[in-house]
């Protein structure tokens, strides 16, 4: 059904506070004797919205939190992007997935695009939810983490955006690149077409958790494999006019085979193909057009017994596939005005066959029996949606810069038509100081991809729909220190039903396990304070503190229950030495409040032949709390340059103390006559992992 969105009592009263103090900074700026000078930096350089984090060389008013080069430097598993934004505040993440939550949501409410293209669950190993991205972090030169308050440009999505820009090499030739690690190795080259007017790059990575797990003599239980390659070619047309040809291919297997279990062989490909042709007819216009084809598939097979004794057999498979055209363009009208207009049309199809066989013991007139439950499933939905948008940055007199804009999406396949306002604005208080703020609404639709077809749900739900307000704070203390306050909340309604796994999130057949639990919160509320302050220099010592106070709840049957990845104090401690060119030492540590999980415990039913059986209790979802949680990373780095080449070597701890950090726990009952303990037993995250890494460039 189509859903509209009127103007909540809340935003009437957020507005009746902020638009008085909009107006009174407006008019102090107005007041001042001296007159209104432009700013800075062009309109469309300035950054307006608050939430930005950066990893690239970038120019502006918020210096980016790490260079591409600096992030190399720190401590970082299996050299992963993902896994590198954990360290951003207002980010969660576990250490067995890459994956991250941002301000309690989860990373499927998260937008990400490379090189203009949205990515759809782009991860490897998706079995034990996503081990690795597929983008290979070396290639990436340059990102944005909009951790909240995004402008109109970015639809269907209610909790943030992830751009991801590679890039070639400043090299007037030919560049290699080969890169070898304890998780992977990769190649990647870099050449010339066409003179001086065409690039292109070709760049493979294989990753090796397999050869790890034979010599360790596991390769029988567990025999994972992953493998991602890209390709872009850029072609100056004109100096105005580049157009670039991209392709990505990864895949993944994984087969599972454990004593008394079913077995598990899967199988996850994804293919994208896109062209972007990016613009700049003159010093006022400017725009990027990107035609793009993305599929994705699963095949997902079970067969076995658990405990020898109750059968499973799995057959999953899935297919998405997705045409999308999406253009934005930007139009200085003036030195004081920016205007940015877009749309973005996307047709989608889709394939799940589902089946299932699934024997599980139950109690029934007091006899203990074996009940089948049985699935066969067959859907083929398919969907347009249509999304544009209209934003202007202006400069009001004196140094206040707005952006207010609007959004609409439409979506065939859910029903839905959401209207979206937004507006930014920021204030340099001073050539140190600068405040930021956001208000807006952001709605997203049900992906054809999501649906729980295991869990029986063959029907899209409507939108969700989040409201974000954020106020942020820059002060440049000196040169190379800066502090960053901000505070931040976002209410969601309609909030989507899922199934969650709330006792054991990592399994490898969730669907059929005992602890999954259908939940359909009435609505979800994420707030906090982040307060980050940095010294960065390219010599010597430099550092990075965060601290973040949060609360990510959701309302389920009238009681606040907290969010998978809840962390109340979050605390990140990052430190850097370049000795010199050559070394470079860096450590980094992260403490945070236990995440939530939830109790199992177990009674005894009385059955006529008389025994007893324990049966499994779940608890309520996320009323308990895991023990905080706290690791140090190490990493040192060595250069060698030479005539025509340069070595990186480094040298990385995981958990360098080998702190015990745990995900949940393992329950069993202890019968002992007419009476049942339950026994629980630590799920540990990862211990000391060390890692070595060698990448030759020539």
Known sequence: ????????????????????????????????????????????????????????????????????????????????????????????????????????????KLLARLDGVTLIEPFHLKDIDGALAIIDL?????????????????????????????????????????????????????????????????????????????????????????????????????????????????????????????ELNSDYTSNYLWARWRANPNARLAGETVLSFARLDTDRHGDGAFDNTLALKLSDQRQLNTTALRSDWSLELSPRTLLRAGFEATHHTSAYDYQLLRDNYIVQNSVLTVARRTADTHLRPAGDRFGTFITTRLQAPGALILEPGLRFDHDSATGDDDVSPRLAAALPLSARTTL????????????????????????????????????????????????RLEAYERLTRHV?????????????????????????????????????????????????????LARAEETLNGRAVPAARDQRHTVRLEATYALNTR????????????????????????????????????????????????????????????????LTASVDLFNAYNRTNLIGYAYSPMVSGTTVKTSREARDLLPLLPSVGVTWEF
């Not at 494999?225 to 100056?236: E, H, L």
Request: with cysteine; hydrophobic share 35%.
């Open 138 to 262: 070396p290639a990436v030169s340059r990102l944005d983490l909009l951790t909240g308050g995004f402008t109109a440009d970015y639809g269907n999505r209610t909790a943030a955006v992830l751009n991801l820009e590679t890039d070639f090499p400043s090299l007037p030739h030919p560049a290699t690149s080969l890169g070898l690690s304890l998780s992977g190795l990769r190649a990647a080259h870099t050449g010339n077409f066409a003179g001086d007017r065409g690039r292109w790059r070709l760049t493979a990575r294989r990753g090796y958790p397999d050869l790890a797990l034979r010599l360790e003599g596991r390769d029988e239980e567990l025999f994972p494999r992953y493998y991602d390659a890209s390709f872009r070619a850029d072609y100056i047309l004109s100096p105005q006019h580049t157009l670039s040809l991209h392709a990505l291919h990864a895949g993944d297997t994984l087969k599972v085979k454990q004593k008394n279990d079913p």
């Open 496 to 548: 989507r039903p899922r199934w969650d796994n709330t006792v054991n999130l990592y399994n490898i057949f969730p669907e059929v396990q005992s602890d999954r639990t259908r939940l359909a919160p009435s609505s979800a509320r994420a707030r906090g304070v982040e307060v980050l302050l940095e010294r960065r220099t390219q010599r010597g010592f430099g550092w990075t503190t965060s601290y973040a």
């Open 436 to 483: 930021r703020a956001s208000w807006g609404t952001y709605a997203q639709a049900q992906g054809l991809h999501e649906l729980s077809v295991p869990d029986g749900e063959t029907r899209l739900n409507r939108a969700e729909v989040a409201e974000q307000r954020i106020v942020g704070l820059e002060h440049r203390l000196a040169a190379n220190l800066s502090l």
């Open 583 to 646: 070394w470079n030492f860096s450590a980094s540590w992260h403490y945070h409040n236990g995440w939530p999980t939830t109790e199992v415990s177990y009674i005894l039913i009385p059955l006529n032949n008389g025994k007893r059986y324990a049966q499994r209790v779940v608890g309520p979802a996320y009323a308990a709390q895991l023990p905080d949680y706290h690791r140090l990373d190490l990493r040192a780095t060595r250069r060698w340059e030479f005539r025509h080449s340069q």
């Open 1 to 108: 059904m189509p859903s509209s969105h009127r103007v909540t009592p809340r935003v009437l009263g957020l507005a009746r506070v902020v638009l008085p103090l909009i107006t009174f900074a407006l008019g102090h700026v107005c007041a001042q004797s001296a007159p209104p000078g432009p700013p800075p930096l062009r309109l469309s350089d300035f950054v307006v919205t608050p939430s930005r984090f950066g990893v690239g060389e970038r120019t502006g008013t918020v210096a980016a939190t790490l260079t591409q080069s600096e992030l190399a430097t720190l401590p970082q598993i299996g050299e992963d992007i993902y896994r590198a934004l954990a360290r951003i505040p207002g980010v969660a993440a576990d250490d067995f997935t890459a994956k991250f939550w941002v301000r309690g949501a989860a990373n499927g």
